[in-house]
């Protein structure tokens, strides 16, 4: 069983920085692609930033020049480091990762999309 677990939300003022992490358990053979999605109030999901195993990123256009995302494969963990946060940042920060796991045969299978619980960001004076 794969698990992904976001930690890091929390209220912070505008103009100010967050960094959020996200960490993959369980047993599997291979995580690919790692992103984070955010869903604000009355909003559908969307993406913010993705990052493949070999670190080729992709950001939202609102996100650019103000968000970074990384990953340490060694640690199966994926960041966001925000700056510059707005109100219109504020929003549920939902892990997803693309992650290969054994299959009955115990070879690795396909990839299947797994997602966090989420943590929140509010950001607010």
């Known amino acids: 069983q794969v698990h992904l677990a976001e930690s890091g939300g929390g209220l912070v003022q505008p103009g100010g920085s967050l960094r959020l992490s996200c960490v993959a358990s369980g047993r599997f053979f291979r995580i690919n692609k790692m992103a984070w999605y955010r869903q604000a109030p009355g909003k559908e999901r969307e993406l913010v930033a993705e990052?493949?195993?070999?670190?080729?990123?992709n950001y939202a256009d609102s996100v650019k020049g103000r968000f970074t995302i990384s990953r340490d494969n060694a640690k199966d963990t994926v960041y966001l480091q925000m700056n510059s946060l707005k109100a219109e940042d504020t929003a549920a920060y939902h892990c997803?990762?693309?992650?290969?796991?054994?299959?009955?045969?115990?070879?690795?299978?396909?990839?299947?999309?797994?997602w966090g619980t989420g943590t929140l960001v509010t950001v607010s004076s």
């Open positions: 997803n990762a693309v992650i290969r796991t054994y299959g009955s045969t115990g070879l690795p299978g396909d990839g299947m999309d797994y």
């Open positions: 990052i493949t195993n070999g670190g080729g990123t």
